[in-house]
């Protein structure tokens, strides 16, 4: 049961954008720009803008104004979920 309620905490889709935070961290060792987002999960950059903005309004990052990849994860770690391979619409002739 508590397994539940940790990720009740946001949604699949957020976790994957908190998944890929922590995860790009790790590999880059600074947070990624918008713009890694859109070529990671295949988004626009409004929708990318409008997640991030969620993310911190729930207080699961924060980010300092006006700085460029200032994202900071405030979940811990064993919180998230494994981060999933994305599943393209060209999947099929």
């Known amino acids: 049961m508590s397994s539940t309620s940790a990720t009740a905490r946001f949604t699949e889709k957020q ?5 890929f935070i922590h995860t790009y961290v790790l590999l880059n060792r600074q947070a990624p720009a918008e713009a ?3 070529r990671f999960f295949c988004v626009t950059p409004p929708s990318v803008h409008q997640m991030i903005v969620q993310l911190e309004r729930l207080g699961l990052i924060r980010r ?16 998230l979920p494994a981060l999933q391979p994305i ?4 999947a099929g002739y």
């Open 15 to 19: 976790g994957q954008y908190l998944a």
């Open 36 to 38: 890694d987002f859109q």
């Open 64 to 79: 300092t104004p006006r700085q460029a990849r200032s994202i900071e994860l405030l979940v811990p770690a064993e919180e």
């Open 87 to 90: 599943k393209t619409p060209v």
